[in-house]
């Protein structure tokens, strides 16, 4: 036992050096692909953690690709050369548990390829698959127009989220992200570069949008945009009973679209979390904190309406709805208007704000979820009361509020409640400690246990299975397609290998 010391002294060693220690020859790329592999310590450290902050998954090396051209080439090798290395496709690391990581292959630093060129009639754009979505908010609104599904937070890219649904406050009405594409041009796991719409190779097209990675890489996507608003009208309303609550926001979503708002949704505020008062004016933050503390639990109902021109009719006619016809607590609503880029971006002070105090770059085990309506009430009561509102503490946001079903198209991969019209997307946003991740992730479990127990027909979203079986249920009547199609343009899985389907 002598030696243990020194035993434990030369793993740390290893475990810091082992990034420096990975050479390009771990994978040999042949001088005619004409391809740079970069195996540096700060771009394989970079490449191998993501927000979530839970797993390091080391890449045996990164490209960035000055072209979609040398991705196929890439790809193409891979599926056709002596030695099979795999393959995922990175564009802000925003995912959870590895999903966009390779161990010991290649990742593909897809923000190497971004840019936004818009139509002439400025009806669609053409997106680079690595460009964030904050950037085409920026290049489409100087020219009146944009995007109308948006996810909260912008500083994500477009492959990224094409890739998973990309869902906000925006989904009941214009549908996800995924919903709101015209074309694709995506490189499959044999290297061929195909363009793909509802009616040119539309197997791929459906398969692609929301099929996480798994049968090519977006390298460029025809976006659908409307007209840009110049402000939004922002609300907050606090609520003390649940059925209320989830009656209001059911009423909003079943609006006509001018009658209604353009964005909804909704968190709580829980007496063992964080209660942030700051939305409402300072004559109402004690009283607020003291009616989270004697109720428990608090409702936030969160809307917007955009607009240009304030004195146009209908603006009134929708703030008098809002003020006089919901069931809201009375004296607890504020407004604040602000400029349409400012909304969409409101997510990014509260990033700065979180890394200004060090809590950015921490562990996010978060739980997505889809809900039916029918079932909401009891996950309320099984879940939300008896699990989250019982921990000594939570840290973290939790976001509760409805969508219409028949936004989302069930031809593409992704997948979300089917038996009813209306579904809930559920957002526990956890934070955490390196040293408190298993106690959230064990928490998580629980919540997925209760719901399966109770017969809540729940879906997960951005979730990470690791056993066949779960990726079988989580597609349901999907998964035959789901499989041959990874068989038809991915045959020998060398993509996104980090979602543990295949």
């Given amino acids: 036992m002598a030696d243990l010391p020194l035993m434990i002294t030369l793993m740390t060693v290893l475990i810091y050096l082992l990034p420096s220690c990975i050479k390009s020859s771990e994978i040999i790329l042949p001088k005619s692909l004409n391809l740079t592999l970069l195996t540096d310590p700060s771009a394989i450290s970079a490449a191998s953690h993501d927000f979530g902050n839970i797993t390091t998954v080391i890449p045996g090396g990164v490209i960035c690709p000055s072209s979609p051209a040398e991705i196929s080439r890439l790809l193409s090798y891979a599926s056709n050369g002596e030695r099979k290395f795999q393959v995922a496709a990175r564009g802000q690391g925003h995912s959870l548990k590895g999903q966009a990581a390779v161990l010991n292959g290649v990742i593909v630093n897809m923000t190497c390829l971004a840019g936004v060129v818009i139509s002439d009639d400025m009806k669609y754009a053409d997106v680079a698959g690595g460009t964030l979505w904050v950037d085409v908010l920026k290049n489409t609104a100087e020219k009146g127009v944009s995007p109308v599904s948006w996810t909260d937070y912008l500083h994500v890219s477009i492959g990224g989220t094409l890739s998973n649904a990309g869902i906000g406050g925006e989904v009941f009405r214009n ?147 809002l003020t006089r016809t919901l069931s809201y607590l009375p004296g607890f609503i504020s407004m604040h208007d602000v400029a349409y880029f400012d909304f969409l971006n409101r997510v990014k002070a509260e990033e700065d704000k979180l890394r200004s105090l060090g809590l950015w770059e921490v562990p996010h085990p978060w739980l997505n979820l889809y809900v039916p309506k029918s079932q909401i009430l009891d996950f309320h009561n099984g879940v939300v009361k008896d699990i989250l509102l019982k921990q000594n503490s939570t840290s973290g946001l939790t976001l509760l509020y409805p969508s219409n079903r028949n936004k989302w198209d069930n031809r593409m991969s992704a997948m979300v409640t089917e038996e009813e019209d209306v579904v809930y997307i559920i957002g526990i946003l956890q934070s955490a400690t390196p040293q408190n991740v298993p106690e959230v992730e064990s928490l998580n479990d629980s919540i997925i246990r209760v719901c399966k127990d109770s017969g809540i027909k729940i879906k997960q979203y951005l979730m990470h299975y690791t056993r066949k079986e779960d990726w079988v249920e989580h597609f349901g009547t999907k998964w035959s397609d789901f499989s041959k199609r990874k068989d038809l343009f991915d045959p020998k899985k060398l993509l996104s290998p980090g979602q543990d389907i295949f």
């Fill in 175 to 321: 549908g996800p992200q995924i919903s709101n594409v015209l074309e694709l041009d995506v490189i499959t796991g044999k290297g061929e570069m195909l363009a793909c719409s509802s009616q040119l190779n539309s197997e791929l097209f459906y398969g692609v949008l929301g099929g996480l990675g798994q049968f090519g890489i977006i390298t460029r996507a025809r976006i659908v945009l409307n007209h840009a608003p110049k402000r939004a009208k922002w609300f907050r309303m606090l609520y003390s009973d649940f059925t209320a609550f989830t009656k209001d926001q059911e009423r909003l979503i079943s609006m006509a679209d001018d009658a209604g708002v353009d964005y909804l949704e909704g968190q709580l505020f829980m007496s063992n979390g964080v209660v942030d008062t700051s939305f409402f004016p300072q004559s109402n933050q004690s009283k607020i904190a003291d009616l989270v503390k004697s109720h428990g639990i608090i409702y936030v109902l969160e809307v917007a309406k955009f607009y240009d021109d304030p004195t146009l009719p209908i603006i009134g006619q929708v703030v008098d709805m």
